[in-house]
């Protein structure tokens, strides 16, 4: 069985950096895209960043210049590097991946890391 499990999050002030992993573990063949969603309450999931297996990797305008998305195809890892955070960039934040496992391509969450960032 495929997880994901994020870590990283926490309390920051305004200006500050995170920097968020998730791991994949299980029966992995190869992982796909990776992506960062991210929820604030209320509001809806909304898609953050995403990377391709070649690393070709896509943001929101709202991040562009302040986050990195990147993974380290080794460790199954990717990572969310998150500088000059914002009061606004507070939500759960949760990882996402299409990986291949037994034959078959599946899409995969994380269960959320809290990012909370104070003015």
């Known amino acids: 069985q495929v997880q994901l ?17 998730c791991v994949a573990s299980g029966s992995i063949f190869i992982i796909s ?7 604030a309450p209320g509001k809806q999931r909304e898609l953050v960043a995403t990377i391709t297996s070649g690393g070709f990797t896509n943001y ?31 939500a759960v934040y949760y990882c996402n991946a299409d990986i291949y496992s037994a034959g078959w391509k599946s899409n995969y969450w994380g269960q959320g890391t809290q990012v909370t960032v104070s003015s």
Do not use: C
């Open 60 to 90: 929101v305008d709202s991040v562009k210049g302040r986050f990195t998305i990147s993974r380290d195809n080794a460790k199954n890892t990717g990572y969310l590097q998150m500088n000059r955070l914002k009061p606004e960039d507070t």
């Open 33 to 39: 895209a990776m992506g960062w969603y991210r929820q």
């Open 5 to 21: 499990v994020e870590s990283g999050g926490g309390l920051v002030q305004a200006g500050g950096s995170l920097r968020l992993s």
